[in-house]
């Protein structure tokens, strides 16, 4: 019986701006209790490729999701897929891209905003489709879903730092500012979170430059957090950076179930996140 797990995923957060501007996060690993790792994003760095990345363990030439407007459901073996296999129970409160790769494409707002469905890979979901939904109403969606089904595994995805990214530039005041407005939201989570028994996983897809784009291949867009979260102890820590390909095998390894077999990628040092 493995652990239950929560993803938080930030959507485009680079790593500096989650290191020197998330307090909240900060604390939790100052005081030993959590670890940041830093975490190379695959290519290209494009939110649906690397949704797909990061529930899927697999690169863009295997899983064939190489851009944003390629709309269509997921043919690998999701973290999703393989929880549901398992026996577990799924949720999600994301954008509605998740949707498309793993319930119903191509989405539908009057259909698909809510889906209660046991024998789909995401079985209870809230999904938005505007890009300025608001984080506090994207994490009042998640801990919703969690108090009602009470879920093995949950993704947790708000829109709102790529937002300000895109409309500002990532060298702002507005981009910077959206990432401690996500701070401050997780503070009111994480407790809830935490004392519920789940490990978390908070990262991000890509990062974002002072032009407000990604999709390249510099550090801006490449280098991304990855804030992990356990009930019992610390984690050791690593300076070697971590493969975003690692991170859906990880969540298997926490949820006690097996990785699917084009999960191929382990982290550098396995020893390094296991507590």
Request: glycine share 8%; proline share 7%; aromatic share 10%.
């Amino acid at each position: 019986m493995g652990d239950r797990v929560i993803l938080v995923l930030l959507d485009g957060l680079r790593f500096d701006v989650a290191r020197d501007g998330m307090g909240y996060l900060g604390h939790w690993v100052e005081t030993g209790q959590a670890n940041l790792f830093s975490v190379k994003a695959e290519l290209p760095t494009l939110s649906r490729p690397l949704y797909e990345v990061l529930l899927t363990g697999t690169p863009v030439s295997v899983n064939g999701i190489g851009a944003n407007d390629m709309v269509r459901l997921s043919h690998q073996q999701s973290v999703f897929h393989l929880a549901i296999a398992a026996g577990l129970t799924t949720a999600a409160a994301a954008y509605a891209w998740f949707s498309e790769l793993y319930n119903r494409a191509p989405f539908e707002p009057w259909r698909d905003r809510d889906q209660h469905d046991p024998t789909l890979p995401i079985q209870h979901g809230r999904f938005y489709w505007a890009d300025d939904y608001p984080d506090s109403h994207l994490f009042a969606d998640a801990e919703m879903l969690r108090q009602a089904h009470n879920p093995d595994f949950m993704l947790v995805h708000p829109m709102g730092i790529d937002h300000a990214g895109h409309r500002y530039g990532a060298d702002t005041a507005q981009y910077r500012g959206s990432a401690l407005v996500a701070d401050s939201l997780l503070a009111h989570y994480v407790p809830r979170w935490r004392a519920a028994g789940y490990r978390l996983l908070i990262t991000a897809d890509h990062g974002m430059n002072a032009d407000g784009q990604h999709g390249g291949t510099l550090p801006a867009v490449r280098d991304v957090p990855l804030f992990v979260m356990g009930p019992d102890s610390a984690i050791a820590e690593t300076d070697t950076p971590l493969s975003q390909l690692a991170i859906a095998p990880l969540i298997c390894q926490w949820l006690g179930i097996s990785p699917a077999p084009a999960m191929r990628s382990p982290l550098p040092d396995a020893a390094a996140l296991t507590v």
